[in-house]
């Protein structure tokens, strides 16, 4: 199978790319990536000189490098994407365009051309929050933050092309993902690199908002799951069951490394806020997948990763990344 991904450079893509060229020795794989914030050239050092595996620096907004890369692949996987809910609060304008009209974009380009399938990557974040059980994939769309609008927008672009044009796509929105290459300015590197560097670690509000965890390659395996069995003009919602409120993700965080929790700051709240997240994965569950890593084990791989693997992140932990909000609190 040969495969375009996008924004196969960041966290969950490279992770991805890893996974694919590991699981399945006849794959190859384009990876077109414009360099971003969440990406990191380091992500894929060890595959860089992989046969099977090609890299394109370029955007999914440029349509001419896109028509030329998808000329001969079977399947489109787009993870790229502007990932940072705060910062699109301070500059929503790229999360538009990365996120929704660079979707349009590829969107656009696999109409022209013949028989590939595109999976898209979407966040349970299109669904906003919910106080009582779980989002169904039947559920309307209710985003909150300028990231996750940006993103459900695509989503529906996406449908819409399938109804429209009989595209061979679908959508999957999985929960908050976790582990290895994940960029510092996200909640539980940041909470392990501050931890290492004893450095207070902000929670938003009062700590209580809810979000459910999953290790990356559960969602990689999900991922492959859906390029191989999902079904056209569906969404898929994926999620481990691991709902958890920040204070505890942070403590069991500080618990492991040994730290105490007076390192933990409470800071003002994040404009529109989502409290609680949650989805209901019964359906991707029924194709056979089921997450493997459990949240424990996990998180202690993933800390270790961060102590064994400083060179990967110190020149990308900057200040201004470690910087907790853009509103409230200096380090
Ligand atoms: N991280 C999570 O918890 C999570 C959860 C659910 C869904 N997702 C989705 O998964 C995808 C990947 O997330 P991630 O956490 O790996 O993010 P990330 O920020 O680590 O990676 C995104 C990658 O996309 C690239 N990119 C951005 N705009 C681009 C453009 N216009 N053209 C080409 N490349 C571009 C970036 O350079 C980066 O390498 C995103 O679509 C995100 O919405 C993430």
């Known amino acids: 199978m040969r495969f375009l991904i996008t924004g196969g450079a960041g966290f969950i893509g490279s992770n991805f790319v890893r996974y694919i060229l590991s699981t399945y020795r006849g794959t190859r794989v384009v990876n077109l990536d414009n360099m971003s914030i969440g990406s990191n050239p380091a992500n894929l050092k060890d595959i860089e ?10 955007d999914i907004v440029d349509l001419k490098l896109v028509s030329k890369l998808i000329r001969d692949v ?18 929503p304008r790229q999360f538009l365009k990365s996120n929704t009209l660079g979707t349009f974009n590829l969107l656009e380009q696999v109409r022209k051309g013949k028989g590939v399938k595109f999976v898209h990557i979407s966040t349970d974040e299109v669904y906003g929050e919910i106080t009582k059980g779980s989002f169904k994939e039947s559920d309307s769309p209710n985003p909150s933050s300028p990231y996750s609008a940006s993103k ?13 044009y009989g595209l061979d796509a679908l959508v999957t929105r999985c929960t908050n993902n976790f582990g290895p290459y994940q960029h510092p300015e996200k909640f539980i590197p940041k909470t392990i690199i501050r931890t290492l560097s004893n450095l207070p670690i902000p929670i938003y509000g009062t700590g209580k908002n ?3 965890w999953i290790y990356v390659l559960d969602h990689c395996e999900a991922v492959d799951t859906l390029v191989r069995n999902g079904r ?9 069951g691991n709902e958890l409120e920040n204070l505890v993700v942070v403590k069991r965080v500080l618990r492991l490394m040994g730290e105490s929790e007076d ?10 806020h989502d409290f609680r997240y ?3 994965s019964s359906k991707i569950r029924k194709l056979g997948w089921e997450p493997r890593h459990s949240f424990r084990a996990a998180l202690v791989q993933t800390i270790e990763w961060y102590k064994q693997n400083k060179w990967w992140w110190k020149p990308i932990a900057t200040k201004k990344v470690l ?3 853009p509103w409230k609190l200096r380090w």
Do not use: Q, W
């Open 49 to 58: 000189k992989n046969r099977r595996y090609k890299f394109f620096k370029g």
């Open 323 to 325: 910087h907790p909000t």
């Open 263 to 272: 390192l933990i700051t409470l800071v003002k709240d994040r404009p529109g």
């Open 278 to 280: 949650s989805l209901d």
């Open 74 to 91: 079977d399947v489109l996987v787009n993870f790229a994407a502007e990932t940072h809910v705060d910062r699109s609060i301070s500059s």
């Open 152 to 164: 459900a927008a695509a989503d529906m672009l996406v449908l819409s092309y399938c109804r429209t």
């Open 210 to 212: 809810i979000r459910d």
């Open 232 to 240: 056209r003009g569906e969404v898929y919602n994926v999620s481990a």
